[in-house]
């Protein structure tokens, strides 16, 4: 059994330590270990270039057109049976390199993309996409920052997960964590953080989530779109539509039982997704080959250049 722990922030900083009490607990329970200080990688950014997506439903495999680090670190986290993510909060939400990260996963890595891809190579004979892609994994995640501006994190983590459907297992945030190292009681709750994750690495197909439930008992999403023009709730998180309720003063987000089936973090959610996806892709290719979107286009090109540094 292997833990990885990566951490965002800054050298030998606060989410260094945290990721290190992680591994400390899990080596403690037997298991291997490995920590990754992100900020040493070469990730670029997505460039919505699609050709991720395209590679994988036409059979062609799980390709990215861009060359960096990213993938050596999606081989370590494969690698792994258990991740711990160590993250900056930013604006109250993560910091960028963590959703450059998410970018990057989402939607090369999401698990129904690459279901349909495997189904797509196997018919047509060619290499399917890494098996470990597959396979369930489960993660934690701890978010921490310098004051209570740290509102948007925990679903902006959850978001990372979401792609491959890895199981989360605790997701925490430490406000006014400027000097957490030296903060006993949070330091306990991380380790208690390390110990569950190593406990549902042991035994994943029946890890369950640890943390503080949230207001979606189906994702424990705290954030919500509020439709007030159509009266309802949408989880910005899974994306089920439902509605918000308070009794007794006690918040809640009810919805139809079918809305299982459409939530961003199912395989059946997720294989609406790749039709939509589908469907819009070519509608858009048929579109670019026309006659009037190549005069719609040459006419914005020609309007104004980008301007750039002298180099």
């Known amino acids: 059994m292997k833990i990885l722990a990566i951490s965002l922030g800054s050298r030998d900083g606060s989410n260094d330590a945290m990721c290190k009490e992680v591994l400390m607990v899990a ?3 037997g298991a291997e270990v490995e920590f990754i200080h992100a900020m040493d990688l070469d990730i670029k950014h997505c460039t919505g270039c699609v050709a991720c997506s395209r590679s994988l439903v036409m059979g062609n495999g799980n390709r990215c057109a861009l060359k960096d680090d990213f993938n050596w670190l999606l081989d370590r986290c494969y690698d792994a049976d258990g991740i711990f993510w160590s993250v900056p909060i930013f604006e109250k939400t993560a910091c960028g390199l963590f959703h450059t990260i998410t970018d990057r996963f989402g939607p090369r890595m999401d698990r129904g993309m690459n279901v349909i ?3 797509m190579a196997q018919e047509k004979g060619n290499p399917v996409p890494d098996p470990r892609f597959l396979t369930d994994k489960v993660v934690s995640y701890v978010g921490i920052g310098g004051s209570d501006w740290a509102t948007r994190i925990q679903c902006s983590m959850a978001m990372q997960a979401l792609t491959p459907m890895w199981k989360i297992i605790d997701n925490d945030v430490f406000s006014w964590s400027k000097t957490i190292i030296m903060e006993d009681d949070k330091i306990a709750r991380v380790r208690e953080i390390g110990r569950n994750l190593v406990e549902a690495a042991r035994d994943i197909e029946h890890a369950q989530y640890k943390g503080e439930p949230g207001v979606c008992p189906h994702c424990h999403s705290r954030n919500f779109y509020l439709d007030q023009d159509a009266g309802k709730a949408i ?19 009810v919805f139809p039982e079918e809305q299982i089936a459409h939530a961003h973090d199912t395989l059946s959610g997720k294989f609406m997704h790749a039709d939509d996806i589908r469907e819009n892709e070519g509608r858009a290719m048929a579109i670019k080959s026309t006659d009037a ?15 750039r540094p002298e180099k």
């Open 27 to 29: 080596q403690d329970m």
């Open 117 to 119: 891809g495997t189904k």
């Open 293 to 307: 979107y190549k005069q719609r286009m040459a006419r914005y090109k020609a309007f104004i250049t980008p301007s």
């Open 235 to 253: 989880c910005c998180l899974c994306g089920i539509e439902g509605a918000i309720k308070v009794e007794d003063g006690k918040l809640s987000f």
